[in-house]
């Protein structure tokens, strides 16, 4: 599941040859987020601060106004048609 974030791991050299394409998700903004340990992260927090939004503050007393975030495939595999 990896709407959970313990099953999200980053893919390092060590490990680059055990993963799948259909394995590699990309981070949404929120919270809750394990974001990646490269220019990725530099990058949103870039984007959002253009638009007044800090990316360490988006969990408010509110739930409506919280953004926990998610993850997203980079591929997905079709099964049987």
Same mark, same amino acid.
């Given at each position: 599941?990896?709407?959970?974030? @313990?099953?999200?791991?980053?893919?390092?050299?060590?490990?680059?040859?055990?993963?799948?394409?259909? !394995?590699?998700?990309?981070?949404?903004? =929120?919270?809750?987020?394990?974001?990646?340990?490269?220019?990725?992260? @530099?990058?949103?927090?870039?984007?959002?601060?253009?638009? =007044?939004?800090?990316?360490? !503050?988006?969990?408010?007393?509110?739930?409506?106004? @919280?953004?926990? =975030?998610?993850?997203? !495939?980079?591929?997905?595999?079709? =099964? !049987?048609?």
């Amino acid at each position: 599941d990896i709407h959970n974030d @313990s099953n999200v791991s980053f893919v390092t050299e060590t490990n680059r040859n055990d993963i799948k394409l259909e !394995q590699i998700v990309l981070p949404l903004p =929120g919270y809750d987020i394990k974001y990646p340990l490269n220019d990725i992260h @530099s990058w949103y927090r870039d984007l959002l601060n253009e638009d =007044g939004i800090k990316i360490d !503050q988006m969990k408010y007393q509110v739930k409506d106004y @919280s953004l926990p =975030g998610n993850y997203r !495939q980079f591929i997905v595999r079709t =099964g !049987q048609v």
